[in-house]
């Protein structure tokens, strides 16, 4: 089973530090990149992200990646 494509490139975020962030694996949220709970029953679990700096985060789109919750260019050979 593979996670819909949500976008194919990455969701630029402001992350700020010591804040915990949930991010959609299986491409189904409305609030892309991070997860609303419309994975229930889809056999996907969110990938928990605790900022470790304030800074701008670059959140895999595709769902692709190897190395989530962030993008590793996974989407340019879709």
Not at 30 to 35: E, H, T
Request: hydrophobic letters at 30%; proline letters at 9%.
């Amino acid at each position: 089973m593979k996670p819909a494509i949500a976008q194919k490139a990455p969701y630029p975020a402001e992350v700020q530090e010591g804040q915990v962030y949930y991010w959609c694996a299986c491409g189904k949220s409305k609030k892309q990149p991070f997860c609303d709970g419309s994975h229930k029953a889809s056999g996907f679990n969110p990938i928990r992200f605790l900022a470790g700096e304030t800074t701008t985060v670059y959140f895999c789109g595709c769902k692709q990646t190897l190395n989530p919750p962030f993008c590793d260019g996974s989407h340019s050979s879709l």
